[in-house]
């Protein structure tokens, strides 16, 4: 057994390119190599193909206006309701017995939403909405973990055309209230707290400390998650109980509300290079087209799957990989409310045994904490239900990509890797799983239909193996059509690298998603990660910035520095130079106040590694912070590059000494 073992491992050691399985290929969605080609040659009419997904009110007639570059339209004469294509259709379609979405809470509590359930709520919660005063294009802010409650009131919002704008409940009162301002958000729903490894935690606490923070009135539903365990808030005026406000509506049916293919679905805030989130806006018909052509092409669901996609729904994975792909192709989706290793670190195999779960979606960072954990987890539960494994969120090292292969996937499902972002709405570069090879480490080519390259500062092509950045030449139905409120921004931040933003001709346009990449012979794409001021913390994006100014807050901060230094679960993780004002001690207090800074700024998720006191930073001649030798310092390298053009080369070797404590 053992030899057999060692002989397996060297052998996947050795292998460079994994193929799908003959028995995966049969059954899959997407088998024709000619795809490719076929997309390229009918484009952008080959976006009908997504299109064609969906059930439009009206249907379009034009796929693709580029007369206004980069403010692309999509489908733009059509119209169609999102909540009818992810809940009405399937209904009437004679599925509504189908499970839509299976709930498990941490402490083993489960729910069942049969699409006809889903309907019910949909609608009863919609017409609540209503009653509360929220009109079409509101935008309704959701600040909720992961309950039912929250898909059923995204597609409540999409139901009366509200759109949604929901907040990662991780995130800080400071977060949620700078967000809602930035949205002009004036309705909440939230909940009473959630389960996090057997802690009810207070979430509304958190909630009424944003709502604080804004100078209008709100008016706030809150989901009654905990029961006898909550903390005993109780509610204001403004404020009502989300069950009493189903309760109320028993029975009452909103009809589905017309949207143009263009009108807002939904905005989801993300970091970017300064200290404001983005808010990036995504559309009813050209992203929920994508979302679920994706999930159709790419994830290879199929209705009678259990499809489980373990990301939060505050994130753009959950938004279009839980709720919106998956349930607009009528499957079931399953949503977790806990962490992986509570109980204990075999919980999501458990699950996938327990649900014979078809499709699995995680991000790099938690398949490396299952690698540290070791095989024996996964090895106690039977997960031969798995068809098909997937990754998102950041680079997947051939290492972990093969644990993830043999462990979980017992040798016998294929994995996509899936790159994309906030801003594409859904999945860009990846191998189709029943047409591609796969190589561990490499994303793969971009989807059909897609025409992403790799080029040089100057936006020439690069030649193969060599690193260079990440474009897109052409546009496509998920892509975010503006920033909020913030055309001018949405230009400047990824457009105006490789554009000639004065031109009218859309070939002049190339999006720049602020990636590095390298791609090769065969035009497999391998992302190196980001090349702006964004870190990516176990799968989540964090600006530097907005980090370094919750520090600079904190009474007694002169200046502060914020850079990622490797970590092998995060994947980056923090790290904070920090330099005192005079008078304050570099002592365990004011480190605790840093920390505090930034959890009470951002949240848990934005907690600094390390904070690194010192009485300078690194600096230019011109005065710019040398981020780069940070960087080499937070990762513990000795030989540390060129420190010739530092105005201070002497505070090198102190700071060096100091990270090293
Ligand atoms: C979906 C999502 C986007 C950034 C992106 C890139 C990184 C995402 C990746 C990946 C390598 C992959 N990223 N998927 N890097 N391989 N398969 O994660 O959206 O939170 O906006 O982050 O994540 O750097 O630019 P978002």
Same mark, same amino acid.
């Given at each position: 057994?053992?030899?057999?073992?060692?002989?397996?491992?060297?052998?996947?050691?050795?292998?460079?390119?994994?193929?799908?399985?003959?028995?995966?290929?049969?059954?899959?969605?997407?088998?024709?190599?000619?795809?490719?080609?076929?997309?390229?040659?009918?484009?952008?009419?080959?976006?009908?193909?997504?299109?064609?997904?969906?059930?439009?009110?009206?249907?379009?007639?034009?796929?693709?206006?580029?007369?206004?570059?980069?403010?692309?339209?999509?489908?733009?004469?059509?119209?169609?309701?999102?909540?009818?294509?992810?809940?009405?259709?399937?209904?009437?379609?004679?599925?509504?017995?189908?499970?839509?979405?299976?709930?498990?809470?941490?402490?083993?509590?489960?729910?069942?939403?049969?699409?006809?359930?889903?309907?019910?709520?949909?609608?009863?919660?919609?017409?609540?909405?209503?009653?509360?005063?929220?009109?079409?294009?509101?935008?309704?802010?959701?600040?909720?973990?992961?309950?039912?409650?929250?898909?059923?009131?995204?597609?409540?919002?999409?139901?009366?055309?509200?759109?949604?704008?929901?907040?990662?409940?991780?995130?800080?009162?400071?977060?949620?209230?700078?967000?809602?301002?930035?949205?002009?958000?004036?309705?909440?729903?939230?909940?009473?707290?959630?389960?996090?490894?057997?802690?009810?935690?207070?979430?509304?606490? !958190?909630?009424?400390? @944003?709502?604080?923070?804004?100078?209008?009135?709100?008016?706030?539903?809150?989901?009654?998650?905990?029961?006898?365990?909550?903390?005993? #808030?109780?509610?204001?005026?403004?404020?009502?109980?989300?069950?009493?406000?189903?309760?109320?509506?028993?029975?009452?049916?909103?009809?589905?509300?017309?949207?143009?293919?263009?009108?807002?679905?939904?905005?989801?805030?993300?970091? @970017?290079?300064?200290?404001?989130?983005?808010?990036?806006?995504?559309?009813?018909?050209?992203?929920? =087209?994508?979302?679920?052509?994706?999930?159709?092409? $790419?994830?290879?669901?199929?209705?009678?799957?259990?499809?489980?996609? =373990?990301?939060?729904?505050?994130?753009?994975?959950?938004?279009?990989?839980?709720?919106?792909?998956?349930?607009?192709?009528?499957?079931?989706?399953?949503?977790?409310?806990?962490?992986?290793?509570?109980?204990?670190?075999?919980?999501?195999?458990?699950?996938?045994?327990?649900?014979?779960?078809?499709?699995?979606?995680?991000?790099?960072?938690?398949?490396?904490?299952?690698?540290?954990?070791?095989?024996?987890?996964?090895?106690?539960?039977?997960?031969?239900?798995?068809?098909?494994?997937?990754?998102?969120?950041?680079?997947?090292?051939?290492?972990?990509?093969?644990?993830?292969?043999? #462990?979980?996937?017992?040798?016998?499902?294929?994995?996509?890797?899936?790159?994309?972002?906030?801003?594409?709405?859904?999945?860009?570069?990846?191998?189709?799983?029943?047409? @591609?090879?796969?190589?561990?480490?490499?994303?793969?080519?971009?989807?059909? @239909?897609?025409?992403?390259?790799?080029?040089?500062?100057?936006?020439?092509?690069?030649?193969?193996?060599?690193?260079?950045?990440?474009?897109?030449?052409?546009?496509?139905?998920?892509?975010?059509?503006?920033?909020?409120?913030?055309?001018?921004?949405?230009?400047?931040?990824?457009?105006?690298?490789?554009?000639?933003?004065?031109?009218?001709?859309?070939?002049?346009?190339?999006?720049?998603?602020?990636?590095?990449?390298?791609?090769?012979?065969?035009?497999?794409?391998?992302?190196?990660?980001?090349?702006?001021?964004?870190?990516?913390?176990?799968?989540?994006?964090?600006?530097?910035?907005?980090?370094?100014?919750?520090?600079?807050?904190?009474?007694?901060?002169?200046?502060?520095?914020? $850079?990622?230094?490797? #970590?092998?679960? !995060?994947?980056?993780?923090?790290?904070?130079?920090?330099?005192?004002?005079?008078?304050?001690?570099?002592?365990?207090?004011?480190?605790?106040?840093?920390?505090?800074?930034?959890?009470?700024?951002?949240?848990?998720?934005?907690?600094?590694?390390?904070?690194?006191?010192?009485?300078?930073?690194?600096?230019?001649?011109?005065?710019?912070?040398?981020?780069?030798?940070?960087?080499?310092?937070?990762?513990?390298?000795?030989?540390?590059?060129?420190?010739?053009?530092?105005?201070?080369?002497?505070?090198?070797?102190?700071?060096?000494?100091?990270?090293?404590?």
């Amino acid at each position: 057994m053992v030899d057999d073992d060692t002989e397996l491992e060297a052998r996947l050691e050795e292998q460079e390119t994994f193929d799908p399985s003959e028995e995966f290929v049969a059954q899959a969605n997407v088998t024709d190599e000619g795809i490719y080609e076929e997309f390229e040659e009918n484009w952008p009419e080959c976006w009908d193909r997504a299109g064609k997904l969906l059930d439009w009110d009206t249907r379009y007639d034009e796929i693709l206006d580029d007369s206004n570059p980069p403010f692309y339209e999509w489908f733009a004469d059509g119209t169609l309701n999102a909540a009818y294509n992810c809940v009405d259709r399937h209904v009437e379609n004679g599925d509504k017995n189908r499970v839509a979405i299976k709930w498990e809470g941490e402490l083993g509590d489960t729910r069942t939403y049969t699409y006809q359930d889903l309907y019910r709520e949909v609608n009863e919660f919609a017409a609540a909405l209503r009653d509360l005063g929220v009109e079409e294009d509101d935008v309704v802010t959701l600040y909720m973990p992961m309950v039912p409650e929250l898909p059923i009131a995204m597609l409540a919002c999409a139901r009366i055309g509200a759109p949604h704008s929901v907040v990662f409940a991780g995130f800080s009162a400071e977060a949620l209230g700078t967000r809602m301002r930035s949205a002009d958000s004036e309705y909440l729903v939230t909940c009473d707290g959630y389960y996090r490894r057997g802690d009810a935690l207070d979430h509304l606490a !958190k909630a009424n400390e @944003g709502l604080e923070s804004l100078d209008h009135d709100v008016e706030t539903v809150v989901v009654d998650r905990l029961g006898d365990a909550g903390h005993g #808030h109780g509610l204001t005026e403004n404020q009502h109980d989300y069950a009493e406000l189903v309760a109320e509506q028993s029975g009452n049916r909103v009809d589905p509300v017309e949207r143009g293919a263009e009108d807002m679905l939904f905005l989801m805030y993300t970091s @970017g290079t300064t200290g404001q989130p983005k808010g990036v806006k995504h559309t009813t018909g050209g992203y929920l =087209a994508y979302a679920a052509w994706t999930t159709h092409a $790419v994830l290879d669901v199929k209705p009678r799957d259990t499809y489980w996609c =373990a990301a939060d729904i505050g994130w753009i994975t959950g938004h279009s990989y839980i709720v919106y792909g998956p349930l607009a192709l009528g499957t079931t989706t399953l949503m977790y409310e806990g962490t992986p290793d509570y109980p204990e670190r075999d919980r999501l195999w458990e699950l996938v045994e327990k649900y014979s779960v078809d499709i699995f979606y995680t991000a790099p960072t938690a398949i490396r904490a299952f690698m540290k954990w070791g095989s024996k987890f996964p090895e106690r539960r039977d997960l031969s239900s798995l068809r098909l494994l997937g990754t998102v969120g950041e680079p997947i090292n051939p290492r972990a990509w093969k644990w993830y292969y043999r #462990h979980i996937g017992e040798e016998e499902c294929p994995i996509v890797d899936t790159w994309w972002q906030t801003e594409t709405g859904g999945m860009m570069i990846t191998t189709l799983p029943g047409v @591609g090879t796969m190589k561990p480490g490499s994303a793969g080519p971009p989807l059909p @239909g897609i025409d992403a390259t790799v080029v040089d500062t100057k936006g020439e092509p690069v030649e193969a193996g060599r690193a260079g950045y990440l474009t897109v030449d052409e546009p496509w139905p998920g892509m975010l059509r503006t920033l909020y409120n913030n055309d001018e921004r949405f230009i400047d931040e990824y457009w105006r690298e490789y554009s000639d933003v004065d031109s009218d001709d859309p070939d002049d346009w190339v999006y720049f998603p602020e990636d590095g990449a390298k791609i090769d012979e065969d035009g497999y794409i391998t992302i190196l990660g980001r090349v702006d001021d964004v870190l990516n913390v176990s799968g989540h994006r964090l600006g530097t910035m907005e980090i370094e100014s919750a520090i600079v807050g904190v009474e007694g901060v002169a200046e502060a520095a914020v $850079v990622g230094g490797e #970590h092998d679960v !995060k994947g980056e993780a923090v790290y904070a130079y920090v330099i005192l004002e005079d008078g304050y001690d570099d002592d365990e207090e004011m480190r605790e106040r840093i920390v505090a800074g930034v959890e009470d700024a951002i949240g848990p998720i934005a907690r600094p590694e390390q904070v690194i006191f010192t009485p300078e930073l690194p600096k230019t001649r011109s005065g710019k912070i040398m981020r780069r030798l940070l960087e080499e310092i937070a990762n513990g390298e000795e030989e540390l590059g060129d420190t010739t053009t530092l105005r201070n080369p002497d505070v090198v070797e102190e700071i060096q000494r100091k990270a090293q404590r």
